[in-house]
């Protein structure tokens, strides 16, 4: 699910549209905190990933779906527009790419750097805070952090910068372990 955010063509394309209506109409940073709520919610709901991926869901139920959503959320009216023409458009499925998108417009044009903390349980203040500052002296700039838990992993941490994966989960050195093993 997680995995699902990554930028697509269309949707960087309606991601650009977003961002340029955000920033004209001076809600970017409204409508980016909608965007991490509907992150949010794509992750933890199997009810609105079902709303916005079934293909047998009419494009205008898809609509008024995610109107009600924004509504509920009470979600600034630039983003509550653009969910129900992303919904009357068929584009509902594309919601994590342009999320992705918008993502990657507001990190160039801010000049912020976001990392994404995957780890298997949940993290102290004090982990935290040791994970921002190896960031920041890495980066030469303090990130701006998110945290996820994923019990799958088993152990260790998976830190994604922009496109840049480190992956020092204990998930992954098993099966790297299971590889060589079969080869030998």
Same mark, same amino acid.
């Given at each position: 699910?997680?995995?699902? *955010?990554?930028?697509?063509?269309?949707?960087?394309?309606?991601?650009?549209?977003?961002?340029?209506?955000?920033?004209?109409?001076?809600?970017?940073?409204?409508?980016?905190?909608?965007?991490?709520?509907?992150?949010?919610?794509?992750?933890?709901?199997?009810?609105?990933?079902?709303?916005?991926?079934?293909?047998?869901?009419?494009?205008?139920?898809?609509?008024?779906?995610?109107?009600?959503?924004?509504?509920?959320?009470?979600?600034?009216?630039?983003?509550?527009?653009?969910?129900?023409?992303?919904?009357?458009?068929?584009?509902?499925?594309?919601?994590?790419?342009?999320?992705?998108? *918008?993502?990657?417009?507001?990190?160039?044009?801010?000049?912020?750097?976001?990392?994404?903390?995957?780890?298997?349980?949940?993290?102290?203040?004090?982990?935290?805070?040791?994970?921002?500052?190896?960031?920041?002296?890495?980066?030469?700039?303090?990130?701006?952090?998110?945290?996820?838990?994923?019990?799958?992993?088993?152990?260790?941490?998976?830190?994604?910068?922009?496109?840049?994966? *480190?992956?020092?989960?204990?998930?992954?050195?098993?099966?790297?372990?299971? *590889?060589?093993?079969?080869?030998?």
């Amino acid at each position: 699910m997680a995995d699902d *955010f990554r930028t697509t063509e269309v949707g960087g394309r309606y991601a650009q549209a977003l961002f340029d209506l955000a920033l004209e109409t001076g809600h970017l940073d409204a409508v980016r905190a909608d965007l991490a709520s509907l992150r949010a919610a794509w992750i933890e709901s199997a009810d609105l990933r079902r709303l916005a991926t079934s293909p047998v869901m009419a494009a205008e139920d898809q609509q008024r779906g995610l109107v009600a959503i924004a509504d509920k959320a009470r979600f600034e009216t630039t983003t509550r527009n653009f969910l129900g023409l992303l919904g009357q458009n068929g584009r509902a499925r594309d919601l994590p790419a342009v999320i992705a998108g *918008f993502e990657a417009l507001y990190s160039a044009h801010t000049g912020v750097v976001a990392a994404e903390v995957v780890s298997a349980v949940p993290l102290s203040t004090a982990q935290t805070t040791h994970i921002r500052s190896a960031l920041s002296k890495a980066l030469g700039k303090a990130p701006e952090m998110t945290a996820r838990v994923d019990p799958s992993i088993l152990g260790g941490l998976k830190v994604k910068v922009g496109s840049t994966l *480190f992956d020092a989960s204990l998930k992954t050195k098993l099966d790297q372990m299971k *590889f060589a093993l079969k080869r030998a």
